[in-house]
């Protein structure tokens, strides 16, 4: 790698050249360095980066890149011609030697012409290789289906894939690396093995914004911070780093702006105090007074706080009491057009409180699978189990549609505070309006105060996502479905919401691809499998379920280089015959007690997790529900490895 550095100097940000987003004096990138850059949303992330990578310009400061120095930006936004195939797009957006080589060998050999020359540029480049390694880059991103199809046939998620894929197949040729929300529309497999990649490049300098914490805390070795409020701050080490040193910088903050608000006091009640006899006060204490008056209050203007920020504006919705109800399924089955069954006779319950993440392949029906409980799907059979008090919030992938798209988001959310009876009497203050309030509701969600007056309709896809946030939280729901609720947000506000989903006393069903949320979060999970429609219910956290599935690949991995062997050995020797009809319907009965005895093992599971909830307060009970819960967690462990065999035998 040729990066010595790439520096930026006095870097100034504003938004339309009247509010300053962020100041740099100094900004040094180094071989190997990998950043991430937080920030709430409208601060001046994408800014900054745009710049770093040579696509916008700031309002202040310089940028200096090393001569020779390849720097490639993924941005959010992409362009291509709609009629070009995804795997010509890679190709022709892909800028290495190895990929000019190999379009020029291409080229060549459908037309027959300059195919000496070609040959000894792909020998010179050391490119024979690169089509195979560019190959393997789009089918780890989900592109292997989609090559012959033309980029105007794409999602817009689709298209980012393509955009990362032109990056990666050229990563041994780049030295600076900049990704704008990265693991945006990827799998759960594929956030691992992107960031398994990076990782593995260990010359390679990035910069990159994600609200993906788990992502950051793996590939990052520094935080960038910007403050929303102007300043910057550099942590080192990943994302549980920044946390650390912002909550140390603001406890440092509280104390000075405790002490300012002491001493404002205090010369206020001096100059309250009357003079003694005929005396009058000093000039020189007057302009004491004055000097810290001005300080002090310049102190306790500039307090912004530390707050919980999403958990201070649900707090100001009043609830309701504590009628946590339960939710579930009887035997439902859902058939989608020309996809048959998405749910097959699938039997579920939830108690309240618990917290369940929904976790699966793309298209294997977990969208589905909220809509059903939401009632916002039609069933083919069965019927869903409601406890008499369910207050259900929907937090839905689609963007929310405003009745008046005119509307300005200070009515907006003005409005929404008035529906939902806002201000408990937690959060009211003397002499609160309702303009008052909907502003604590918007710095919440950390919506950026210069878009406040913005009409609805002129939103980005982030801001709308705010909105509908609240909108879903001031309907005070006790059970709260969400599907991909981090989309959208940047990563300090999926933190805030983390916290509010860990502290909500209703029951939580979330789809997510934020393994940080669903670790943090959840305590037993949906597993969806592709193309089953039976889903299974696994008790425990999502490392857990993660750790059990990487051990079971492993296992079949293994049965399957065993019976490679064994077929290899045997493949002179007489076929066996085949399995007798007697054996098979045997297969088929144990197959079909094993999926009864799974279903009552996850039956006992949820009703020990129930019982725990319980009996919080007796440690004697927990110390034996703890032990029951992990003898039933081996026991469908086993029942699930059983399951797989007999599967294939039956299929």
């Given at each position: 790698?040729?990066?010595?550095?790439?520096?930026?100097?006095?870097?100034?940000?504003?938004?339309?050249?009247?509010?300053?987003?962020?100041?740099?004096?100094?900004?040094?990138?180094?071989?190997?360095?990998?950043?991430?850059?937080?920030?709430?949303?409208?601060?001046?992330?994408?800014?900054?980066?745009?710049?770093?990578?040579?696509?916008?310009?700031?309002?202040?400061?310089?940028?200096?890149?090393?001569?020779?120095?390849?720097?490639?930006?993924?941005?959010?936004?992409?362009?291509?011609?709609?009629?070009?195939?995804?795997?010509?797009?890679?190709?022709?957006?892909?800028?290495?030697?190895?990929?000019?080589?190999?379009?020029?060998?291409?080229?060549?050999?459908?037309?027959?012409?300059?195919?000496?020359?070609?040959?000894?540029?792909?020998?010179?480049?050391?490119?024979?290789?690169?089509?195979?390694?560019?190959?393997?880059?789009?089918?780890?991103?989900?592109?292997?289906?989609?090559?012959?199809?033309?980029?105007?046939?794409?999602?817009?998620?689709?298209?980012?894939?393509?955009?990362?894929?032109?990056?990666?197949?050229?990563?041994?040729?780049?030295?600076?690396?900049?990704?704008?929300?990265?693991?945006?529309?990827?799998?759960?497999?594929?956030?691992?093995?992107?960031?398994?990649?990076?990782?593995?490049?260990?010359?390679?300098?990035?910069?990159?914004?994600?609200?993906?914490?788990?992502?950051?805390?793996?590939?990052?070795?520094?935080?960038?911070?910007?403050?929303?409020?102007?300043?910057?701050?550099?942590?080192?080490?990943?994302?549980?780093?920044?946390?650390?040193?912002?909550?140390?910088?603001?406890?440092?903050?509280?104390?000075?702006?405790?002490?300012?608000?002491?001493?404002?006091?205090?010369?206020?009640?001096?100059?309250?105090?009357?003079?003694?006899?005929?005396?009058?006060?000093?000039?020189?204490?007057?302009?004491?007074?004055?000097?810290?008056?001005?300080?002090a209050a310049a102190v306790v203007a500039a307090d912004d706080g530390a707050p919980d920020l999403l958990g201070q504006g649900y707090a100001g919705f009043k609830q309701g009491g504590k009628d946590y109800a339960m939710v579930g399924l009887k035997n439902v089955t859902v058939t989608v057009p020309r996809r048959g069954n998405i749910l097959d006779q699938v039997t579920m319950q939830f108690a309240k409180g618990s917290k369940v993440g929904i976790v699966g392949p793309n298209g294997a029906g977990k969208s589905t699978f909220l809509r059903t409980l939401s009632g916002d799907q039609e069933l083919a059979g069965g019927e869903l189990v409601f406890g008499d008090a369910?207050?259900?919030?929907?937090?839905?992938?689609?963007?929310?549609?405003?009745?008046?798209?005119?509307?300005?988001?200070?009515?907006?959310?003005?409005?929404?505070?008035?529906?939902?009876?806002y201000l408990s009497d937690a959060t009211a203050k003397p002499g609160d309006t309702r303009e008052a309030a909907a502003a604590r509701l918007l710095a919440s969600v950390n919506f950026d105060r210069a878009r406040w007056q913005t009409e609805v309709d002129m939103l980005s896809g982030g801001e709308r996502r705010r909105l509908q946030l609240l909108r879903v939280l001031s309907q005070r729901p006790n059970v709260l479905l969400l599907d991909e609720p981090t989309n959208d947000l940047d990563a300090v506000t999926v933190d805030s919401l983390e916290q509010l989903l860990k502290s909500f006393a209703g029951t939580v069903i979330v789809v997510s691809h934020d393994r940080?949320?669903?670790?943090?979060?959840?305590?037993?999970?949906?597993?969806?499998?592709?193309?089953?429609?039976?889903?299974?219910?696994?008790?425990?956290?999502?490392?857990?379920?993660?750790?059990?599935?990487?051990?079971?690949?492993?296992?079949?991995?293994?049965?399957?280089?065993?019976?490679?062997?064994?077929?290899?050995?045997?493949?002179?020797?007489?076929?066996?015959?085949?399995?007798?009809?007697?054996?098979?319907?045997?297969?088929?009965?144990?197959?079909?007690?094993?999926?009864?005895?799974?279903?009552?093992?996850?039956?006992?599971?949820?009703?020990?997790?129930?019982?725990?909830?319980?009996?919080?307060?007796?440690?004697?009970?927990?110390?034996?529900?703890?032990?029951?819960?992990?003898?039933?967690?081996?026991?469908?462990?086993?029942?699930?490895?059983?399951?797989?065999?007999?599967?294939?035998?039956?299929?």
């Amino acid at each position: 790698m040729s990066l010595t550095s790439s520096k930026g100097t006095d870097l100034y940000g504003s938004h339309d050249d009247m509010r300053t987003l962020f100041r740099v004096d100094e900004l040094t990138l180094r071989q190997g360095q990998k950043m991430a850059v937080v920030g709430a949303n409208g601060c001046g992330k994408s800014t900054l980066i745009r710049a770093l990578g040579g696509k916008a310009s700031l309002a202040g400061g310089k940028i200096e890149v090393d001569p020779g120095v390849q720097v490639c930006i993924v941005e959010q936004a992409t362009k291509y011609d709609p009629e070009q195939l995804v795997l010509d797009a890679v190709y022709a957006n892909a800028n290495s030697p190895q990929a000019a080589a190999t379009r020029r060998y291409k080229a060549a050999m459908a037309l027959g012409e300059d195919l000496q020359e070609a040959l000894d540029l792909m020998e010179a480049t050391q490119a024979w290789g690169w089509e195979d390694e560019a190959t393997n880059v789009m089918a780890q991103l989900g592109l292997g289906e989609l090559l012959a199809r033309p980029m105007g046939q794409l999602s817009g998620g689709e298209e980012r894939r393509v955009a990362l894929a032109s990056a990666l197949v050229d990563l041994d040729a780049i030295d600076l690396l900049i990704l704008d929300e990265p693991t945006n529309h990827l799998s759960t497999e594929g956030c691992d093995w992107l960031q398994d990649r990076l990782q593995a490049a260990e010359d390679l300098s990035l910069v990159l914004v994600t609200h993906d914490r788990y992502f950051l805390d793996e590939v990052c070795n520094e935080v960038l911070e910007i403050d929303g409020l102007g300043a910057t701050y550099t942590h080192q080490g990943g994302w549980n780093n920044f946390l650390e040193g912002r909550a140390e910088r603001w406890k440092e903050k509280q104390a000075q702006v405790d002490a300012a608000k002491v001493q404002l006091k205090r010369a206020k009640e001096w100059m309250a105090r009357g003079v003694r006899g005929r005396g009058t006060r000093s000039k020189k204490g007057v302009a004491g007074f004055l000097d810290a008056k001005e300080r002090a209050a310049a102190v306790v203007a500039a307090d912004d706080g530390a707050p919980d920020l999403l958990g201070q504006g649900y707090a100001g919705f009043k609830q309701g009491g504590k009628d946590y109800a339960m939710v579930g399924l009887k035997n439902v089955t859902v058939t989608v057009p020309r996809r048959g069954n998405i749910l097959d006779q699938v039997t579920m319950q939830f108690a309240k409180g618990s917290k369940v993440g929904i976790v699966g392949p793309n298209g294997a029906g977990k969208s589905t699978f909220l809509r059903t409980l939401s009632g916002d799907q039609e069933l083919a059979g069965g019927e869903l189990v409601f406890g008499d008090a369910v207050r259900m919030g929907f937090l839905t992938q689609e963007p929310p549609v405003f009745p008046d798209p005119r509307q300005r988001v200070m009515q907006f959310v003005s409005e929404i505070a008035d529906e939902a009876a806002y201000l408990s009497d937690a959060t009211a203050k003397p002499g609160d309006t309702r303009e008052a309030a909907a502003a604590r509701l918007l710095a919440s969600v950390n919506f950026d105060r210069a878009r406040w007056q913005t009409e609805v309709d002129m939103l980005s896809g982030g801001e709308r996502r705010r909105l509908q946030l609240l909108r879903v939280l001031s309907q005070r729901p006790n059970v709260l479905l969400l599907d991909e609720p981090t989309n959208d947000l940047d990563a300090v506000t999926v933190d805030s919401l983390e916290q509010l989903l860990k502290s909500f006393a209703g029951t939580v069903i979330v789809v997510s691809h934020d393994r940080s949320l669903l670790d943090g979060v959840c305590n037993m999970h949906v597993v969806f499998f592709k193309d089953s429609g039976r889903p299974r219910l696994w008790s425990g956290t999502y490392a857990e379920l993660r750790e059990w599935q990487e051990e079971q690949a492993k296992e079949e991995r293994s049965k399957s280089r065993q019976a490679a062997a064994a077929a290899a050995a045997v493949a002179a020797a007489p076929k066996a015959p085949a399995i007798s009809q007697k054996e098979l319907k045997d297969a088929r009965r144990r197959f079909n007690s094993l999926e009864k005895e799974i279903e009552s093992t996850e039956e006992l599971l949820a009703e020990v997790d129930s019982d725990i909830q319980e009996h919080a307060s007796d440690a004697e009970k927990i110390v034996e529900l703890c032990a029951r819960r992990e003898e039933l967690g081996k026991r469908q462990a086993e029942l699930y490895e059983r399951w797989e065999e007999l599967a294939e035998l039956v299929a």
